[in-house]
């Protein structure tokens, strides 16, 4: 049996990066892998590796949406998948100059709201291939989709479309 009552932790030569002092605010380092299931939104995942964006159509009240979306907000009816068109127009967009860590790397970067025919609702995402001040509510945009699928919505981004 040992007891040191002297025992110490041993020290690091490593530093910390202090921001503020009061509060006390430091940088720490965090990163974890996330284990998680897309449940009923699978297929809108897997479909991107088709080059197809599936949104959801009430069976009721025939409202289609461009997300995934289990029930109807309206009704509440199931809905069922719906492949929304790889074409459509801005809605609105704007331009990130902050983000998650996964994308603080990539800002400034636009994202926009996608209209299509014959969908009710908008579609968010990325608009690459047009600097801001070209980019235009009203504009033409097209899918194009990411061939090493990360299935993760990143997969499908939009660009602009030759009239
Ligand atoms: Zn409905």
Redesign the pocket.
Known sequence: MTIDYDAKMPETEDGTIVYNTDPLIVKSHYEIDYIHSYGQDSEFFRALGKKKIMGSK?K????VYATPRGH?M????ETEWYQLPNEGKIHTFTTCYFGGQEFLSQTPFNIILVEFPGVDSLFMTRLIGADQEDIKVGMKVRARFRRNLKFNPTDVYFVPMRE
């Open positions: 009430c009721k009240c025939s409202y109807c309206f009704c509440g009816e």
